[in-house]
T-cell receptor
């Protein structure tokens, strides 16, 4: 079993829709949860960073962590064509190494 | 700040050739990382460094070597290139261990 599982998609939604991206993880020791966004032929960039359970909001983006079910979500409201990218979830325990999901490719259709 | 820069952007190697992928950061980060990204496989850690003179293996180090003589530079060396090393290579750096990592633009390597 992979430590972090992520549906690779691709996922296509119309502009303005709410997007839900999800990951599951197996190691209950993970404490930090991150979402990276990667545009085509670019390096990943950190989008959201949460510690432990709960929600974190930043503009149109909300990151949600449910440690009881080992489930991580990223919600994008009022999706824009500029949100078209691959989204990678990542988890971390202490000072260990980041464990990345395989990424979900998202396309927002104008 | 330029952030993390990588050279070259693209390279085609023949089997058995060697090359060095360059990585430089200007954020004075102690922690630096090399990843490879294959389609559908996510990012795999090759090597990392916690400071000048200190390096350690990641998940997939075979066929690669690194050095860290300065805080700014973290080159990745490929010896005896093999087709299995065809990938996109990303260098990253962070202020704290494994926390917010800043990635370079990547090097696309093809081994034929």
């Amino acid at each position: 079993q992979k430590e972090v599982e992520q549906d690779p998609g691709p996922l296509s939604v119309p502009e303005g829709a709410i997007v839900s991206l999800n990951c599951t993880y197996s190691n209950s020791a993970f404490q930090y949860f991150m979402w990276y966004r990667q545009y085509s032929r670019k390096g990943p960039e950190l989008l959201m960073y949460t510690y432990s359970s709960g929600n974190k909001e930043d503009g149109r983006f909300t990151a949600q962590v449910d440690k009881s079910s080992k489930y991580i979500s990223l919600f994008i409201r009022d999706s824009q064509p500029s949100d078209s990218a691959t989204y990678l979830c990542a988890t971390l325990f202490g000072n260990e190494k980041l464990t990345f999901g395989t990424g979900t490719r998202l396309t927002i259709i104008p | 700040n330029a952030g993390v820069t990588q050279t070259p952007k693209f390279r085609i190697l023949k089997i058995g050739q060697s090359m060095t992928l360059q990585c430089t950061q200007d954020m004075n980060h102690n922690y630096m990382y090399w990843y490879r990204q294959d389609p559908g496989m996510g990012l795999k850690l090759i090597y990392y460094s916690v400071g000048a003179g200190i390096t350690d293996k990641g998940e997939v180090p075979n066929g690669y070597n690194v050095s860290r003589s300065t805080t700014e530079d973290f080159p990745l060396r490929l010896e005896l290139a093999a087709p299995s090393q065809t990938s996109v290579y990303f260098c990253a750096s962070s202020y704290q261990p494994s926390r917010e990592q800043f990635f370079g633009p990547g090097t696309r390597l093809t081994v034929l």
